[in-house]
């Protein structure tokens, strides 16, 4: 191999490299905001029953369209293989399943 081809070989694995940890980066802050998503709809739905309202305004299909955000916001995180991908997609399926089943009752 010449050394010019080592060069380029050099540049490629660099840039490559960059690329995969600005993805990765990217993929931590869709899982992270998926999360926040779901841990908001706990958070109110904990607050509501000590009797503070902060998000209680909103309406089940709302709740069920906000959930749906979070799940999108998973599925691209787990598609920029991001380190959260493991916590953040099962918990954002269980909520939306759960609001929707809330939503229907």
Known sequence: MSAMNRMTTDVDNQSRETHHAQARLIGDIFATMSMLCCFSFVLDAA????????LAGLSGFQWFKFMGVALALAIVGT??????????????????LFTMYVMGT
């Open 47 to 54: 607050l509501y029953f000590l009797g503070v309202h902060i």
């Open 79 to 96: 598609i920029l293989r991001s380190k959260l991908w493991k916590i953040a997609l099962p918990v954002s399926a269980v909520m939306f």
